[in-house]
C-alpha cells in the first residue's frame, strides 16, 4: 500500500471541541494549534514537552516522539528503527525480562503501542489519570535504561520478520518495491521503515545500542501529556523523572541525512503479479520538502482533496466513466522530499486506456478551469473542519503534532489551518507547474503475467 497524503488517517465526529490550558510554569508558553491550546515548555537537557489538557473522561495519554525512522539508516541499518521500537517494550533496568514489564502495565491499566514512521518513531500510553505519574515513571525508566537483552532480541527479530512476511505477501509488494528502488535508487532504504530481511535477522544489541546513543536522547525527543491531566502539575513530575536523562550530540549536526537525488531521467516500471484480475498504473514524482518549501505542501493538501471528491473532473473522467475502478493522488509530507503519487486500478483489457487517460488528466492539472472556485473554497473549509475535528479524542490526537514536530517542527503545524487558507488557484497551478507537469517521473504498471506478456509495454510507447 502506497503512504496516504499527510501523517494520519481523518475522522470526521459531530462536535469540534477546543480545550484552554493555563501554564505548567511561569516559563511555559501557551501556544494555538490547529485544534486546541496547549502549555509548551523544555528541561534543560533539551527535552521539548507539551501538554494538552481535556478532563471529560478520567484518561490520559503520555506519548514520546523521537527523531528517529528509516530516513537515519544507511543500507547495515534498514529496518533496524522499527526493530529498536519493539524491543522499547522489554527487559530494562526497573523490569529484569519482558513479562514482568508487561505485567507492571497491564497492573496499571495502560494501553500501550508505538509506530515508526520515515522521520519519526513515537510510543505511547493510554491509562487512567490517576496512573499518571507511575506512567511517567516508567516512560521515563523505559527509554532511559534498555537491557536489549540478546534472548528477547533473537525472539523479538522473528516477530519483526513475520510482519515482514505479511507485507510481502500482499499482491502488489514487489510493484511498491520497484517502483521505490526506481524512485529513490541508492536512498530507497531511507524510504523504507520495514526495512530489508538480511538486517533484521544479523540485528545484534549492539547495534540497538548504537540507535539508543544516537537517536533516544532528551534533546531529539517531545514529550507530550494529553487528557484528563491537570497541567499545573505536569512540569514538576516531567522535571521529576526525566531531568536526570542525559543530554547528547545533536545527532543531525555530525551525520545529516541526504537528501535524495533529483530524478535524471523518466523511468518504466512493469512488474507481473501472479493471480491477480486487476491492473495498477502508477506515476511518482519527487514532491516538496516541508521545511524547504511550505507553500508548496498547503497547495498538495487543498489540490488532493478537490481531486478525491467523487464530483471533481478527475474522478468523473477516470471512474464515473468505466476506464477505471479507482484513481487516487496523494502527496506524503516530508522533511528529505515528499512523494507525489497518482494512480489508478482497472481491469487487465483496460490497462492502457486507463494509463493514457491518467496522463491527459495529469497534463490538465494546471488548465485554469480545471477546478471550480467553488471546489477550492470547499476544500479549504473541509480539511479546516476536518483538522478541528481530529481534536475530539485526545488520545489519537496526540500523534498529529508528534509527527509535525519531528518531521517539521510545531510551528508549521500551528500554523497549518490559515495557511491553508490562503491557498490561491495560482498556488495550485505553480504546485503542478514546480512538481509535476514537465517534470521526470516514474511509471509503473503491474498485472498479472498474462496481461503483461500480452502489453509488452515499452518505455517508448508511454514515457512523455
Known amino acids: ?11 470526521l465526529v459531530l462536535l469540534a471541541i477546543f480545550f484552554a490550558v493555563i501554564g505548567a510554569t511561569a516559563s511555559a508558553q501557551i501556544r494555538r494549534s490547529p485544534e486546541k491550546e496547549f502549555a509548551r515548555f523544555h528541561l534543560d537537557n533539551g527535552l521539548e514537552v507539551i501538554v494538552v489538557q481535556n478532563n471529560f473522561v478520567p484518561i490520559a495519554t503520555i506519548e514520546l516522539a523521537v527523531r528517529n525512522g528509516s530516513f537515519t539508516e544507511g543500507p547495515e541499518y534498514a529496518g533496524l528503527s522499527h526493530l529498536y521500537e519493539h524491543m522499547f517494550f522489554k527487559a530494562n533496568g526497573e523490569y529484569e525480562n519482558s513479562q514482568s514489564f508487561i505485567s507492571a502495565l497491564n497492573s496499571l491499566g495502560i494501553l500501550y503501542n508505538a509506530t515508526t514512521r520515515e522521520e519519526v518513531v513515537y510510543y505511547y500510553f493510554t491509562l487512567p489519570s490517576a496512573n499518571l505519574e507511575k506512567g511517567l515513571e516508567i516512560m521515563s525508566n523505559t527509554v532511559q535504561t534498555p537491557r536489549f537483552d540478546s534472548v528477547e532480541l533473537e525472539r523479538e527479530r522473528e516477530v519483526v520478520l513475520g510482519e515482514f512476511d505479511r507485507q510481502e505477501s500482499a499482491p502488489f509488494f514487489t510493484f511498491g518495491r520497484a517502483m521505490d528502488s526506481a ?6 532504504v531511507r524510504k523504507q521503515p520495514i526495512g530489508q530481511r538480511p538486517v533484521i535477522k544479523t540485528a545484534t544489541p549492539e547495534k540497538m545500542r548504537t540507535i539508543q546513543r544516537k537517536y533516544y536522547i532528551p534533546n531529539n525527543s517531545l514529550l507530550i501529556v494529553g487528557g484528563d491531566v491537570d497541567s499545573a502539575e505536569i512540569y514538576p513530575l516531567v522535571q521529576k523523572y526525566f531531568s536526570s536523562w542525559k543530554r547528547g550530540p545533536d545527532p543531525f549536526a555530525s551525520d545529516p541525512p541526504p537528501q535524495p537525488k533529483p530524478l535524471a531521467e523518466k523511468k518504466l516500471v512493469t512488474v507481473s503479479v501472479p493471480g491477480v484480475d486487476i491492473s495498477q498504473v502508477e506515476y511518482l514524482w519527487h514532491g516538496p520538502s516541508v521545511g524547504i518549501d511550505n507553500a508548496a505542501t498547503y497547495a498538495a493538501d487543498v ?84 483538522a478541528l ?43 503542478v507547474r514546480k512538481y509535476i507537469k514537465g517534470k521526470n517521473y516514474v511509471l509503473g504498471i503491474a498485472s498479472n503475467p498474462q496481461t503483461m506478456a500480452k502489453l509488452n509495454v515499452k518505455p517508448s510507447e508511454v514515457l512523455k
Not at 524512485?183 to 530507497?188: A, F, I, S
Not at 528529505?336 to 487487465?348: D, L
Request: charge should be negative.
Open 1 to 11: 500500500m502506497r503512504p496516504i497524503a499527510r501523517a494520519l488517517p481523518r475522522r
Open 183 to 188: 524512485m529513490w535508487g541508492e536512498y530507497v
Open 303 to 386: 489540490f488532493i482533496f478537490i481531486l478525491s471528491q467523487p464530483q471533481s473532473r478527475f474522478q468523473r473522467k477516470l471512474v464515473e466513466s468505466g476506464i477505471t475502478q479507482g484513481a487516487g493522488i496523494n502527496y506524503y509530507t516530508q522533511r528529505y522530499t515528499g512523494p507525489i503519487s497518482v494512480q489508478i486500478a482497472t481491469t487487465p483489457e483496460n490497462t492502457m486506456q486507463g494509463q493514457r487517460a491518467l496522463w491527459d488528466e495529469i497534463q490538465a492539472f494546471d488548465s485554469p478551469d480545471y477546478f471550480t472556485d467553488e471546489e477550492l473554497a470547499t476544500a479549504k473549509q473541509i480539511l479546516r473542519m476536518r
Open 389 to 431: 475535528y481530529e481534536s475530539e479524542e485526545t488520545s489519537d490526537w496526540v500523534h498529529t503534532p508528534a509527527f509535525w514536530w519531528s518531521t517539521t517542527g510545531l510551528d508549521y503545524y500551528i500554523g497549518y489551518i490559515d495557511n491553508l487558507a490562503k491557498v490561491t488557484r495560482a498556488d495550485v497551478q505553480n504546485y
